[in-house]
């Protein structure tokens, strides 16, 4: 383990830019979800740590250097969750940071793709995400994005992402556009200031599409009966916990939810729930409760 390139660097700097403007829209990021990365080297990847939130990273605060060609040579060898877990913190550059912070559970497919990523978790993409006809819908509205169906965060999405870099087509030049089912918008690009113009361009796209104002996610309670209908991974984490349920990352959760319904009512939209296992399965996740535990503190 040695030390990274200093967090000083003009890559860092512009990422942790790019993170707050994408974490202090609502309708993009809520609480501690959506990560973002860059890679400054052949080895060195910033990324988000897990639990953080990204209105309030800082080049020395909220981001974690990991070694990402050793997790992309070590990938095809996870066969669990947990060896997946280990992969991803060993690769950690730095002694302090690996005794404090944990990289984001989603760095693995961070490391696959091109040198800078943000994934969020939109309301404008989630309404195809998060739709039973999602896969159509996404071929006819952004047919250069590729179609990645439903897999649990960590290792099952990452592999994933991975069974699919063949379908990347502009993956070579170091730009892609990827939707997670019932999940978020993965963008990569060159640069930091590339991928929040190519976030904005997909967005539009779909807010054009269907004939949207811009997004307004509202104040909303929470309901009981929303855990039985659940549309996304941090659904699950941050609202059906009832200590986080009350935070403000659960009511941004809760806020980004009821438009979703509302707006797929509106449109014509059938949503695509994901079974009542996945929301025990998600809460019983290690990683799940260490991002839970952060979020508490």
Wanted: glycine share 8%.
């Amino acid at each position: 383990m040695t030390e990274p390139v200093s967090p000083n660097s003009d890559g860092l700097h512009k990422l942790a830019h790019i993170s707050r403007q994408l974490g202090r829209n609502k309708a993009f990021v809520q609480g501690g979800g959506g990560n973002t990365s860059f890679k400054n080297d052949a080895h060195c990847m910033w990324v988000k740590a897990s639990g953080s939130e990204l209105a309030h990273v800082t080049p020395d605060n909220g981001f974690v250097a990991v070694d990402y060609a050793g997790i992309r040579k070590g990938l095809s060898a996870c066969g669990t969750e947990s060896e997946y877990t280990g992969l991803v913190r060993s690769a950690i550059l730095s002694e302090s940071d690996a005794a404090n912070v944990r990289p984001s559970i989603e760095a693995g497919f961070h490391a696959l793709l091109g040198p800078c990523v943000l994934h969020s978790h939109s309301v404008i993409t989630n309404l195809l995400a998060c739709a039973k006809d999602g896969a159509a819908l996404t071929a006819a509205i952004l047919p250069h994005a590729v179609w990645v169906p439903y897999a649990s965060p960590g290792l099952p999405v990452t592999q994933s992402v991975m069974d699919r870099i063949i379908a990347l087509q502009a993956l070579a030049n170091g730009t892609a556009v990827l939707l997670l089912q019932n999940h978020g918008l993965v963008v990569a690009a060159h640069t930091p200031e590339e991928a929040w113009q190519l976030h904005e361009e997909v967005n539009e796209s779909v807010r054009s599409h269907f004939h949207l104002p811009p997004p307004v996610v509202e104040e909303a309670p929470f309901c009981a009966a929303d855990a039985e209908h659940l549309l996304f991974p941090d659904q699950a984490v941050y609202l059906g916990h009832e200590t986080l349920r009350l935070s403000k990352a659960g009511e941004e959760t809760q806020q980004a939810y009821n438009y979703l319904r509302q707006t797929m009512q509106a449109l014509g939209l059938a949503p695509n729930f994901l079974p009542v296992e996945e929301a025990d399965f998600l809460l019983n996740m290690e990683a799940e409760k260490y991002r839970q535990k952060v979020a508490k503190s």
